[in-house]
């Protein structure tokens, strides 16, 4: 297994099993992987004083695999899916068994995250595609917008 940022193996490879889930009043949880408890009392005194939540355990960290199809991984175990697959009985069943993209199915998979974040044909986040107007009043009001 490749070493990652807060992973459960340390630099040799052994498996960790001493964590801190170190919550501050700004910013994300991360969590701190120790070989020992000293380690953890370590980390809690350099933390001490500081606007932060600590929660030490011991155990197995399980590990959440990159998306958008993501999966719960558990070292030497099989990765569980943490999505839902269509079961036969849901799924719509076309007559002429026709292998394109239906006219909404590119929509429909961006919605659901299937196809990851959406972006425009130059690779920009769709939030920086110009939107239209909500009513007529923005549109009278706009220069933006064009005869076609």
């Given at each position: 297994m490749d070493q990652v940022e807060g992973d459960a193996?340390?630099?040799?490879?052994q498996n960790l099993e001493y964590f801190v889930v170190v919550c501050p009043s700004v910013g994300p949880p991360k969590v701190e992987s120790f070989e020992s408890v000293e380690e953890i009392a370590v980390c809690m005194r350099a933390l001490a004083g500081q606007d932060v939540?600590?929660?030490p355990f011991r155990g197995s960290r399980l590990l959440v695999s990159g998306g958008p199809m993501r999966y719960l991984v558990e070292p030497g175990e099989d990765p569980v899916p943490l999505f839902d697959l269509p079961v036969a009985a849901d799924l719509e069943w076309e007559p002429q068994a026709h292998l394109g993209?239906?006219?909404t199915g590119w929509y429909d998979d961006m919605k659901s995250g299937l196809l990851g974040a959406p972006t425009t044909e130059d690779g920009g986040a769709v939030s920086d595609?110009?939107?239209p107007p909500e009513d007529d009043d923005e549109l009278e009001d706009s220069d933006e917008i064009g005869t076609i």
């Open positions: 193996q340390g630099e040799a490879g939540m600590v929660f993209r239906s006219a595609v110009a939107q």
